[in-house]
């Protein structure tokens, strides 16, 4: 676990995606870049050295499943681009969004969140919390007053995921933040869908900020991975957790992603200028029915989005006319898209919820969530703009013709 040990000026985000974890490090044998420290164990010549440093009161490691020199320079770059205290992390996304739930509620706490989170999320909050006496809440995602209601009733943890997966939703952060900090709740942001670059969770007050690191932070869909940040005592408590249960981040996973984060920058400008050209050409197609993406102004949440982002994201969900058969039809015609279960990579990736996002529920579980079965999640790459509009036209005038 890495935390903040001075209040230098923090320098531009592009800056510290590239230097952070990694500055004035004396490497080894001054290799410029860090090294992959696969080693289990670290050993010490004398018995007190060793006891300072595993009782905490000495810098240095003791064993991998606890700590690792690879792992804290990727937890401290996630840990200055989200400007926060301490930063943990994880083996995997879930593993982040699970530990972290799991070790701060307890039997007979309540937690409220939003219908409209990642499935796996969901599943969470739906079945295995509740086997715990853990109450759980789950608010219609646009109805502030709502969601502040059912905070006023007093909860353990708010936790809010914005954007949304799939739905692009976008919840006021401030506002909802100020609700659970009147109520002493813990309040956990997903940032996954907005990455650094885009929203800092913590600027609005959050506690604690989450990642699946897998997606934009690594980029390239090879290392998988999750973090939080936050406050270093909360930090502190869910690594105690992480560290005994031993969902811990593998270092050559974090090597991997460390090398993505130095362009997180430079693609994430890329995805949110291509998504919302892309955004805007859908909005206009015929055989498109609705084009969910908080960059257009037709957006339910734009302004909140305007506010609170600094670009709008990747990814974007379209709404195909007719049923789960365009969907079938339309999907495999694209030429520049993956059909997989990912996101955030530098290809452009596509599928509908029923294989990515939501494959745990039931269609009409999907239905109930607002989630039709012929919307698509379209994960926008890197890719030429012009070349990806073309495509998903050929492959939208293709489907309409074949289904008529």
Same mark, same amino acid.
């Given at each position: 676990m890495t935390s903040n040990k001075n209040d230098q000026p923090?320098?531009?985000?592009?800056?510290?995606?590239?230097?952070?974890?990694?500055?004035?490090?004396?490497?080894? !044998?001054?290799?410029? !870049?860090?090294?992959? &420290?696969?080693?289990?164990?670290? #050993?010490?010549?004398?018995?007190?050295?060793?006891?300072? &440093? /595993?009782?905490?009161?000495?810098?240095?490691?003791?064993?991998?499943?606890?700590?690792?020199?690879?792992? $804290? /320079?990727?937890?401290?770059?996630?840990? !200055?681009?989200?400007?926060?205290?301490? *930063?943990t992390s994880f083996a995997t996304g879930m593993a982040a969004i699970s530990n972290t739930l799991f070790a701060l509620l307890s039997p007979g706490d309540r937690v409220v969140s939003v219908k409209d989170t990642y499935g796996g999320t969901n599943e969470v909050f739906t079945k295995f919390l509740p086997r715990l006496n853990?109450? =759980?809440?789950? *608010?219609?995602?646009?109805?502030?007053?709502?969601?502040?209601?059912?905070?006023?009733? #007093? *909860?353990?943890?708010?936790?809010?995921?914005?954007?949304?997966?799939?739905?692009?939703k976008v919840v006021d952060l401030e506002r909802l933040i100020t609700a659970g900090h009147a109520v002493g709740a813990t309040v956990v942001v997903d940032n996954t869908f907005a990455t650094p670059i885009n929203t800092n969770p913590v600027q609005f007050g959050a506690d604690l900020v989450v990642h699946s690191a897998t997606k934009f932070m690594g980029g390239h869909a090879d290392a998988l991975g999750g973090v939080i940040c936050g406050s270093k005592d909360l930090v502190q408590e869910v690594f105690h957790y992480r560290e005994i249960t031993g969902a811990t981040l593998h270092p050559m996973s974090a090597y991997m992603l460390l090398r993505g984060l130095k362009t997180l920058g430079l693609r994430v400008e890329r995805q949110n200028d291509n998504a919302l050209k892309i955004a805007r050409f859908l909005k206009g197609h015929p055989f498109v029915k609705d084009v969910l993406y908080p960059g257009l102004e037709s957006h339910l949440h734009h302004e909140i989005a305007k506010k609170?982002?600094?670009?709008?994201?990747?990814?974007?969900?379209?709404?195909?006319?007719?049923?789960?058969?365009? &969907?079938?039809?339309?999907?495999?015609?694209?030429?520049? /898209?993956?059909?997989? /279960?990912?996101?955030?990579? =530098?290809?452009?990736?596509? #599928?509908?919820?029923?294989?990515?996002?939501?494959?745990?529920?039931?269609?009409? !579980?999907?239905?109930?969530?607002?989630?039709?079965?012929?919307?698509?999640?379209?994960?926008?790459?890197?890719? *030429?703009?012009?070349?990806?509009?073309?495509?998903?036209?050929?492959?939208? $005038?293709?489907?309409? #013709?074949?289904?008529?």
């Amino acid at each position: 676990m890495t935390s903040n040990k001075n209040d230098q000026p923090k320098p531009d985000l592009n800056t510290l995606a590239v230097w952070a974890g990694e500055e004035n490090k004396d490497f080894w !044998q001054r290799s410029t !870049q860090v090294p992959v &420290v696969h080693s289990v164990s670290y #050993g010490y010549k004398d018995l007190d050295t060793w006891y300072e &440093v /595993a009782t905490g009161n000495e810098t240095g490691h003791i064993y991998s499943r606890n700590t690792n020199p690879t792992v $804290d /320079a990727f937890e401290e770059k996630v840990r !200055q681009l989200e400007g926060a205290e301490a *930063c943990t992390s994880f083996a995997t996304g879930m593993a982040a969004i699970s530990n972290t739930l799991f070790a701060l509620l307890s039997p007979g706490d309540r937690v409220v969140s939003v219908k409209d989170t990642y499935g796996g999320t969901n599943e969470v909050f739906t079945k295995f919390l509740p086997r715990l006496n853990i109450n =759980v809440t789950l *608010c219609d995602t646009t109805d502030h007053e709502m969601i502040e209601q059912e905070v006023a009733k #007093g *909860c353990k943890v708010l936790y809010l995921e914005t954007p949304t997966n799939p739905t692009l939703k976008v919840v006021d952060l401030e506002r909802l933040i100020t609700a659970g900090h009147a109520v002493g709740a813990t309040v956990v942001v997903d940032n996954t869908f907005a990455t650094p670059i885009n929203t800092n969770p913590v600027q609005f007050g959050a506690d604690l900020v989450v990642h699946s690191a897998t997606k934009f932070m690594g980029g390239h869909a090879d290392a998988l991975g999750g973090v939080i940040c936050g406050s270093k005592d909360l930090v502190q408590e869910v690594f105690h957790y992480r560290e005994i249960t031993g969902a811990t981040l593998h270092p050559m996973s974090a090597y991997m992603l460390l090398r993505g984060l130095k362009t997180l920058g430079l693609r994430v400008e890329r995805q949110n200028d291509n998504a919302l050209k892309i955004a805007r050409f859908l909005k206009g197609h015929p055989f498109v029915k609705d084009v969910l993406y908080p960059g257009l102004e037709s957006h339910l949440h734009h302004e909140i989005a305007k506010k609170q982002m600094r670009g709008f994201g990747g990814v974007l969900s379209i709404i195909l006319n007719g049923d789960f058969e365009s &969907v079938k039809t339309f999907l495999p015609r694209l030429n520049y /898209a993956h059909l997989a /279960a990912n996101l955030g990579t =530098v290809e452009t990736v596509a #599928g509908p919820p029923r294989t990515t996002s939501h494959v745990e529920v039931t269609p009409e !579980q999907r239905a109930a969530l607002g989630i039709p079965e012929s919307l698509i999640r379209y994960s926008v790459g890197i890719e *030429c703009v012009d070349d990806l509009i073309a495509d998903l036209s050929q492959a939208l $005038d293709y489907t309409s #013709g074949k289904l008529k």
